[in-house]
């Protein structure tokens, strides 16, 4: 059986004045595939999108969407994009502004169903302007799916919604998944790329820095954290201990993250009254600002 590659993009690069927004990206996504592209402020993951989708042209490096160019997916209507803002009509009803995408594409899906499938039924005969913003956000979605795609590409997308707000609409875009559908999402929640995606695509400064299944994400960060309450703690005498990578004070609670969390316990109990010792392992998180700041990996592309 051959795979069919949804997105492939290759060197791309691309530069703002003095910024390198894109450093070299490679990214190839196979059909099917639900994949989070994480990263700070700043890390270059918009403009990736803006690339594969045609919205920017890269300075140099090729990006194909279904073997095609990006323009010629989505003039086909294999792409549903929800991008962070633009594409809405303030004085429209939301009904209105659903019925004129669905009449830009040529196998749209009923409007009511794409109603229906973001969860906004009851929301058909209200103007935009009088939403909030994570309903408006799920009016972006239903425009996303209406054209019937095989990729939906969303930037940020749970950007101004509420807890609750941001359950449902993962739930909604699982019904999406469960179709079958491939997902690119640009996120800063690494709870929703640990939760939804099957790929974490981890970029700072404009590269990929990190790529693989949330999992071998955090497994690529060896070592624990100890929480401890330690009254009167010497913090720098713990910080210089072998295997101790940082130490956090909060008051009498310490938080440190260790390579070696063995001899770490074994010192705080023998050299400190520290009491209500937690160890845990380390978490996306621990894993990702590792990885942002250099130190859990020499290379560029250790998992990719
Ligand atoms: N149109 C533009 N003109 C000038 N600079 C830009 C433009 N778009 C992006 N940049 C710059 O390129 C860099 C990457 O920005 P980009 O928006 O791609 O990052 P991001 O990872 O999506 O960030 P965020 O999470 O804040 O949305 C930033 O330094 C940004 O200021």
Not at 174 to 198: I, K, M, N, P, Q
Not at 227 to 241: I, K, M
């Amino acid at each position: 059986m051959t795979t069919t590659t949804a997105v492939s993009l290759m060197g791309v690069t691309k530069k703002y004045g003095a910024v390198q927004a894109v450093a070299g990206v490679d990214l190839s996504i196979r059909a099917g595939e639900v994949v989070a592209l994480l990263g700070p402020n700043g890390a270059g993951k918009s403009t990736t999108i803006e690339m594969l989708l045609g919205l920017v042209r890269p300075d140099q490096g090729s990006v194909q969407v279904y073997g095609g160019s990006p323009e010629e997916a989505i003039a086909k209507g294999q792409v549903g994009v929800m991008l962070q803002s633009g594409g809405i009509i303030e004085d429209a009803k939301v009904g209105e502004l659903l019925n004129l995408v669905a009449g830009l594409h040529s196998k749209p899906m009923p409007v009511q169903e794409a109603l229906d499938r973001a969860g906004i039924a009851d929301l058909s005969g209200r103007t935009m302007k009088g939403l909030s913003g994570g309903q408006k956000q799920r009016v972006r979605f239903a425009m996303a799916i209406i054209p019937q795609p095989d990729l939906i590409v969303l930037d940020e997308p749970t950007t101004g919604m509420d807890v609750e707000s941001r359950r449902d609409f993962w739930a909604s875009m699982h019904a999406e998944t469960a179709r079958g559908r491939t997902v690119l999402f640009a996120t800063h929640y690494l709870e929703e790329a640990d939760s939804y995606a099957d790929r974490v695509v981890l970029m700072r400064n404009g590269k990929i820095v990190a790529d693989g299944t949330a999992a071998q994400i955090k497994a690529s960060v060896s070592g624990r954290r100890i929480r401890a309450t330690v009254p009167g703690a010497n913090v720098t005498a713990l910080a210089a201990l072998p295997g101790v990578r940082t130490v956090e004070t909060r008051g009498d609670v310490l938080l440190l993250q260790c390579a070696d969390s063995d001899n770490t316990l074994r010192y705080l109990l023998s050299n400190t009254p520290a009491h209500d010792i937690e160890v845990t392992s380390a978490d996306l998180e621990d894993a990702v600002l590792a990885i942002s700041d250099g130190s859990a990996f020499q290379g560029e592309e250790s998992l990719a």
